[in-house]
């Protein structure tokens, strides 16, 4: 049986792959996208990581801080 701990953590490491691709595309359009598009690929990719970040990974690791990886706490703490 899956304790809420271990589904917070899978959720964690299945959205964080999340960001991560779509962030590696947004790098990836840089190169070869126009500027305009790339504008409105940052608003999109935007819309989606917030709410993430606010209504998903904020509260999983407000409840489980242990599972929240080194490179989200470090990219928190440097803002």
Do not use: W
């Not at 953590?9 to 959205?15: F, I, L, N, P, Y």
């Not at 305009?36 to 970040?53: S, T």
């Amino acid at each position: 049986m899956n304790t809420e701990k271990q589904i917070a953590k899978r959720m964690t490491v299945a959205s964080e792959a999340y960001v991560r691709a779509l962030m590696e595309i947004l790098h990836d359009a840089m190169e070869s996208c126009k500027p305009e598009e790339i504008e409105r690929l940052k608003r999109c990719v935007g819309l989606v990581i917030g709410p993430m970040e606010m209504n998903l990974f904020d509260p999983l690791y407000a409840r489980f801080p242990e599972i929240e990886p080194e490179e989200h706490r470090n990219g928190r703490n440097e803002t």
